[in-house]
């Protein structure tokens, strides 16, 4: 059975930063394409890192603030995420992808506010 495990969100302060991770089970995750999804309330579910063996892409919005990264050995991918902002409020979902093979994890909560 596969598994996507997301942890890491919080409530943290404007300009704070926090960690997320996707800790997989099932599969292995350097054979996949995995990204970090986010959808705030009334929004629609955005991309905002991806990587991809060691190639990782940022939406425009996280560029030099977010940065995607594994761990081979916890078979894990992060996303560390720094002077967050209110607008990176959301439930963040971590997505695994290799043709048609699609994993999510369950989301986790992140509240950027004073």
């Known amino acids: 059975q596969v598994q996507l495990v997301e942890s890491g969100g919080d409530l943290v302060q404007p300009g704070g930063s926090l960690r997320l991770s996707c800790e997989a089970s099932g599969i292995i995750l350097t054979d996949y394409v995995v990204g970090w999804y986010r959808q705030a309330p009334g929004k629609q579910r955005e991309l905002v890192a991806q990587?991809?063996?060691?190639?990782?892409t940022y939406v425009d919005s996280v560029k030099g603030r977010f940065t995607i990264s594994r761990d081979n050995g916890k078979n894990t991918v992060y996303l560390q995420m720094n002077s967050l902002k209110p607008e990176d409020t959301a439930v963040y979902s971590c997505?695994?992808?290799?043709?048609?093979?699609?994993?999510w994890g369950q989301g986790t909560q992140v509240t950027v506010s004073s």
């Open positions: 990587i991809m063996s060691s190639r990782s």
């Open positions: 997505k695994a992808s290799i043709f048609t093979r699609i994993y």
